[in-house]
């Protein structure tokens, strides 16, 4: 009796961490992503997370400015802002009510940084180093910019915070009904981490790339910028030497892939905008 019950208690901290995760994944706290109509899960409300990073962001910024890391070239200063008031435009036509957000963008003088980011609520900063390491060309950074407007747009902010929650609910309970040992416990959070976190920010990044090469596309920026933007991004960072599984992005050639095919999905409405003499564009500070 006890060799056949053997094997399955062995196998009870993994099983346990299995049902915590099922379990803080199917809370009924849910909501859907507000572009794509993806399932999100939500502890946290885009609300909260639009306060965390408003304080966030001004933290941020002042720090730099203390550090003398604000950049303060005019011209670089005025290309960004004019490629993120366009694109900021396309996305209030697909959620008016960020129309009402307090849109900003700083550029960071950091010139061996190749990074971007936005927080909820459409607080944004961008570093000099990936514009000016990249050689990126208007068509470039606005890829950049709609894929992190994609992320504001998606409230990824309150996603990655909710999973983040969940995940610790998953090895809080691995520590209550299994193993406490530190090896034990490190391979809980390591599993949360596989199963649940690093999915979540491949999906969220996927999902900002289709999003920002529509905003790009519909601000009149070529769309064959996106996959070129992602070659140099891998040429320079050496991202094609990391499994995906490990990774919180997607592996760079299916990366450049799918963005090859999203740039012919989109490429008409690049060709209406470009057309066009009259597009919007949207205050950002």
């Known amino acids: 009796m006890n060799s056949l019950f053997r094997p399955l208690r062995r196998r009870l901290p993994v099983l346990a961490l299995i049902a915590v995760l099922g379990m803080a994944l199917g809370l009924p706290a849910c909501t859907t992503n507000p572009v794509t109509g993806r399932s999100q899960l939500m502890l946290v409300s885009e609300n909260?997370?639009?306060?965390?990073?408003?304080?966030?962001?001004?933290?941020?910024?002042?720090?730099?400015?203390?550090?003398?890391?604000?950049?303060?070239?005019?011209?670089?200063?005025?290309?960004?802002?004019?490629?993120?008031?366009?694109?900021?435009?396309?996305?209030?036509?697909?959620?008016?009510?960020?129309?009402?957000?307090?849109?900003?963008?700083?550029?960071?003088?950091?010139?061996?940084?190749?990074?971007?980011?936005?927080?909820?609520?459409?607080?944004?900063?961008?570093?000099?180093?990936?514009?000016?390491?990249?050689?990126?060309?208007?068509?470039?950074?606005?890829?950049?910019?709609?894929?992190?407007?994609?992320?504001?747009?998606?409230?990824?902010?309150?996603e990655k915070m909710s999973v983040a929650m969940a995940s610790n609910l998953a090895v809080t309970g691995f520590a209550i009904t299994g193993d406490r040992s530190e090896l034990a416990?490190?391979?809980?959070?390591?599993?949360?981490?596989?199963?649940?976190?690093?999915?979540?920010?491949?999906?969220?990044?996927?999902?900002?790339?289709?999003?920002?090469?529509?905003?790009?596309?519909?601000?009149?920026y070529d769309p064959d910028a996106a996959p070129a933007l992602w070659r140099k991004m891998a040429e320079q960072s050496g991202d094609s030497r990391h499994p995906v599984f490990l990774s919180?992005?997607?592996?760079?050639?299916?990366?450049?892939?799918?963005?090859?095919?999203?740039?012919?999905?989109?490429?008409?409405l690049y060709e209406a905008a470009r057309d066009r003499n009259d597009l919007p564009t949207h205050p950002v500070n």
Do not use: C
């Open 185 to 220: 416990l490190t391979g809980a959070a390591l599993g949360a981490v596989l199963a649940v976190q690093l999915p979540h920010s491949r999906r969220m990044e996927t999902e900002a790339d289709e999003i920002g090469i529509e905003l790009a596309a519909r601000a009149g």
């Open 48 to 158: 909260q997370a639009i306060d965390a990073s408003r304080e966030a962001y001004v933290e941020m910024l002042s720090g730099a400015r203390e550090e003398g890391r604000i950049n303060t070239d005019p011209e670089m200063t005025e290309r960004v802002h004019g490629i993120t008031g366009r694109v900021v435009a396309q996305a209030i036509e697909y959620r008016p009510e960020t129309a009402d957000w307090d849109w900003e963008i700083a550029v960071i003088e950091a010139p061996d940084t190749l990074n971007a980011f936005a927080m909820a609520g459409g607080k944004m900063a961008i570093y000099s180093g990936i514009i000016e390491q990249l050689e990126l060309t208007d068509d470039e950074l606005a890829q950049i910019i709609g894929h992190e407007i994609g992320h504001a747009l998606s409230a990824h902010s309150a």
């Open 248 to 268: 919180t992005h997607p592996a760079p050639e299916g990366r450049q892939r799918e963005l090859a095919r999203l740039a012919d999905e989109v490429r008409p």
